[in-house]
């Protein structure tokens, strides 16, 4: 008896781990196949700057580059949440009214009337950041300022501020601390709120605020590593402050010289920084991230660079009903095989309808598949049809004259 | 006398031809206006089926090698696209846009009024013969006051401010019209092969003018207007009673009167119908090769009659169907459809029983109803029915409210366009200031048909009187 029990209490084990194995192989599956099943969609950018006083201009002017090469490459403002924690441009303190520079030749003005800040001033904490990662707003909140993405969207988050070990600070009173950061992404990751995510930071030991991420699809690059200080690039004397930082400086200068059409890829771009120019070491973390970064072009994140699918038929109120008929065409180097794939539908619907018309037998029938075989083998449609059309005078004529 | 009626007949054919150039003059002279009179963009005169700007796009998607009717602009035929596209593109230094297209629209407006002209003095030698047949002492006695209702028709026609406004206004109503006053004119002169073809291009370029048909059979078969079977049958049974056929060659004069004629020939149908059936193939299969690339015939069908049937353009224009579709819910559109355009069919039969010794005026009642009630009409349309009106004018000559008609078209004419500024340019009105013109241009055209009709049924009633009292005189 009590053989046949362990018996089958070990069968009972033995299925329940074959169940508890398919079970991960299936979770796992899913998880590679649900992530690699959803298509890229669209691109989001989060764009926060967490300092405010006169005194980190650097910060603000990051922001406001990132966020102005962001849209330089295609990703419009529904889709940017710019978040600035202080107002440098109308500064009583700035020399040049409404004007935001990242270099001392002031080429660039980086404030202008298309520059939409979602959230500004004191709107920029630690409560809305992380209800703007997870989505959970109050009801009255507007569109503006919700992350709206999906299971298809790359979202590029970029922080500047003041930091530290483990943390950022937000408006000289709170912080944001990196498991609570680490929490915020894995609440998307199971809300489905982003196919990938590149997290990109620009403060003093920065690599330690993404040290607890774990949700995957996740890649992080900081300017700094545990120990290292991020530094400014340098001071501009006019206007009295430090006008940007050193990694975002060198991320500019990357991009400025880039369009949309480029694809470069993230590797480019993270080898691009020098630990020495940097004066700390850009540290990028990988190991969430399943992609080749040697593949990745920087435009899947920084840029908004869609594919276009080409269709022909129209918009009709009666769209439901007439689905089928849409017909999608590849870009333009697989269009010839489309137009035959055009020409060769006819003659293959007319062998059916020979096969068809063979079983039902009908004189008019026959005659209107040879009247349209004929018409296949017209060539040249245009000089036909004007044939035809100038043709129709003289029979008119001869019939009336005939009086038939 | 003679010299001096010859005088005077050359007199009023050169008012006539005077007034013909004049109004020819007058196209010209608003086709070269120096300021941008803007008709091709009002509703009224063009709609997704006549306008030429979609001619001219769907022309150009044909250039491209694309399908002339992706992009849902052109609605029309093929063949028109062949024809007027072409001349859509030729730009000539200095001259206006589009200078040959107003030509050709020109040209066929003149040739609508010259086959008008030619059709009613068809059926004014019907109309004497008859009355002489019915020996209408009252009517028969004075010629001179039958006033010549072609020429009077094709000027209605020609001067008719919506002919111009369509004309001038770059529409391809006056192509329509022309294929419809063809067939009607074929079927006048009993011309099978060209009534055949006036029909099946009507028929192909415009969907409703199918309806026609059955005025086309009628005239084929009877004959052109001529008041109805029962007064000839009266008359005779005047005469059999005056004379009793006593000798036998009494009885022969009696047969050997001029025929009677109300017998329904089927030869002329019967020719037409084949007519028909050839013409018809011979458009389908040029239709078929040039949109043999692109799905072939039953494509070209759903975009064009398809189109027309489903009114899936909500646009505004002067019809009374944009207003309620554009509210409709999607599961009773289909209903709403089959209603809206039953309303035409449904008014086919019982007319052409009542009217059926008069297919001419038939014609003229179907196509008015049709203007009316189609999915997309223009005042091209009304054109075509208003110039036909003046072919009748001897027989609608008492014809009640024609004073208050004229100035309510003339008043809808005139608000329309106030309408749809307030609504679409100023904002400060909203559809319905212009859907109530537009209401009111159909309860006008209601009132026009059915005056007419009574007042041609009043006319044949007058007809019958002194019949009637002759033979009650007899009795």
Known sequence: MRFKMYGSFRCRMVLLLVF???????????????????????????????????????????????????????????????????????????????????????????????????????????????????????????????????????????????????????????????????????????????????IMVDTCQAATLFSQLQSPGVLAIGSSMKGENSYSHHLDSDVGVSVVDRFTFYTLGFFERLNMYNNDSLMSLFSSYNPSMLMSTAYYRTDLYQRHLEEVPVTNFFGSVMEMIHTDSAYSLLSRKESFRVEIKMPADKSVPDKKRLMDKPSHLDQIRELNIEDQHGALKRTWSTIQKEMEKVEDVDAFVSYGLVLIVPLLTVSMWLKW | MEPKEQSKEKKEKLWFWNWVIASVIFRLVLIYFPKNLNLASRPEVSTPLTSLRRLAEGYWLKQLSMYPYAGSMYHGSPLLLSLLGPLTVKRIEGQ??????????????????????????????????????????????????????????????????????????????????????????????????????????????????????????????????????????????????????????????????????????????????????????????????????????????????????????????????????????????????????????????PLAIRLKHRPCFLAFVYIAISSMLKSYPSVGDSALYLGLLGLFVNELADMQFSFFLFCGYVGVSLLSPVMHNLWIWRGTGNANFYFATAMAYACLQIILVVESVSAMLNHDRTLRKPLTELQDGKN
């Open chain 1, 20 to 198: 508890l194995l398919l079970d991960c192989n299936f979770s796992n599956c899913l998880a590679d196949t649900s992530s690699e099943a959803t298509m890229h969609t669209n691109n989001w950018a989060v764009l926060v700057c967490t300092s405010r006083f006169w005194f980190n201009y650097r910060h603000m002017a990051n922001t406001l580059s990132l966020y102005r090469t962001v849209k330089r490459l295609g990703i419009p403002d529904e889709r940017i949440i710019l978040m600035l924690a202080d107002d440098m441009a109308c500064n009583a303190r700035n020399k040049y009214p409404a004007q935001v520079f990242n270099n001392e030749n002031h080429k660039l003005n980086l404030y202008g009337d298309n520059v939409e800040v979602d959230y500004r001033g004191y709107e920029v904490t630690v409560e809305n950041f992380l209800r703007v990662l997870t989505g959970r707003h109050e009801n009255a909140v507007p569109r503006s300022k919700r992350l709206l993405s999906d299971e298809g969207s790359h979202i590029l988050l970029y922080m500047t501020g003041h930091g530290g070990d483990e943390f950022l600070k937000f408006q000289d009173s709170e912080e944001l601390q990196s498991h609570d950061l680490a929490d915020a992404v894995k609440q998307m990751k199971e809300k489905r709120r982003f196919k990938e995510l590149l």
């Open chain 2, 96 to 349: 206006p846009d589009h200078l040959l297209c107003s030509l050709v629209f020109v040209i066929a407006d003149i040739v609508n009024a010259m086959l008008i002209r030619a059709t009613s003095q068809n059926l004014q030698m019907e109309y004497t013969r008859s009355l002489k047949l019915l020996d209408h002492v009252k009517l028969s006695e004075k010629p001179g006051k039958i006033i010549p209702s072609g020429d009077i028709a094709a000027l209605v026609y020609l001067w008719n401010p919506f002919t111009i406004v369509a004309c001038v206004g770059l529409s391809t109503s006056p192509i329509e019209n022309l294929a419809i006053i063809l067939s009607l004119y074929g079927a006048c002169k009993r011309q099978a092969p060209l009534a055949a073809f006036g029909w099946v291009i009507a028929t192909h370029l415009s969907l409703y003018p199918a309806i026609l048909i059955i005025p086309m059979i009628l005239l084929l078969g009877y004959g052109p207007d001529t008041p109805p079977r029962k007064l000839f049958l009266q008359r005779r049974n005047v005469e059999v009673g005056d004379n009793p056929p006593n000798d036998r060659c009494e009885r022969e004069e009696v047969v050997h009167r001029p025929e009677l004629p109300h017998v329904f020939s089927w030869r002329p149908v019967i020719h037409f119908l084949c007519w028909t059936s050839l013409w018809s193939v011979y458009v389908l299969v040029l239709c078929g090769i040039s949109v043999k690339q692109y799905g072939g015939l039953w494509e070209l069908f759903k975009r064009t009659y398809g189109f027309m049937l489903t009114v899936q353009d909500l646009s505004p224009n002067i019809g009374v169907l944009w207003y309620f579709f554009a509210e409709v819910f999607d599961f009773f559109r289909n209903f709403f459809l089959i209603v809206f355009h039953g309303n035409i069919l449904f008014m086919m039969l």
